[in-house]
């Protein structure tokens, strides 16, 4: 039995078409969809819940990058051992440790886009890179893969603050460009 259901997929035209289901499909469709009144509806959670969780994950992630940051800026003993293990001069971590503690400022103010941006490519750079050295260094899959996971929650505070900042641009008003004659 083929069950048919109006079903409209991203990459078709507005009007979609009726398609049928495999049961497996129609299994996958009625476990995600958000509600049994609408099953067409997206999930969503409500806007303040969203910023909440935004904040309270961002947060997380800066405080834990500040006092890595700070820890590394300091040079201490543990930082120093991993840099040596890792091939890495001493005086890396200085630089290391200040783009940290930079970036997690620019994560925490709400002014200025851009420089949100850049902190969160310059963590994502870092991260990579750590993971790059850990796997450089034959260290064990635990030491390699757990760049990654810090580098997963920050994608997921990446897409929280994408969610709650378009609201916010588009309540803005832009103002027309005057062209001088």
């Known amino acids: 039995m ?18 049928p289901l495999s049961p497996g499909n129609l299994l ?24 909440a969780l ?12 500040l006092l890595a940051g700070i820890a590394e800026f300091l040079q201490n003993q543990e930082g120093q051992e991993i840099m040596r293990h890792l091939g890495y001069p001493l005086h890396v971590m200085r630089v290391i440790g200040l783009g940290k503690i930079l970036g997690a400022l620019a994560m925490l103010q709400t002014r200025f ?24 260094a034959h ?3 635990v030491l390699i893969v757990s760049p990654l996971l810090f580098l ?9 603050w994408k969610k709650v900042a378009r609201p ?5 008003p832009t103002l027309p460009l005057a062209v001088a004659a």
Do not use: H
């Not at 995600?32 to 999930?43: D, G, I, T």
């Not at 997963?152 to 929280?160: E, K, R």
């Open 139 to 141: 260290d064990g899959i």
């Open 113 to 136: 886009r851009t420089l949100k941006e850049w902190a969160y490519a310059g963590f994502t750079f870092n991260l990579l890179g750590a993971c790059a050295a850990r796997y450089a």
């Open 2 to 19: 083929v069950l048919r259901y109006a079903f409209r997929c991203r990459n078709q035209p507005a009007k979609g078409r009726i398609q």
């Open 168 to 172: 916010a641009a588009e309540r803005s």
């Open 28 to 51: 996958i469709f009625l476990v995600c969809s958000s509600s049994m009144s609408n099953p067409l509806a997206k999930p969503t959670m409500k806007p303040q819940r969203t910023t």
């Open 54 to 65: 935004y904040w309270t994950l961002t947060l997380i992630f800066a405080a834990f990058m």
């Open 152 to 160: 997963a929650f920050m994608a997921f505070t990446y897409a929280l």
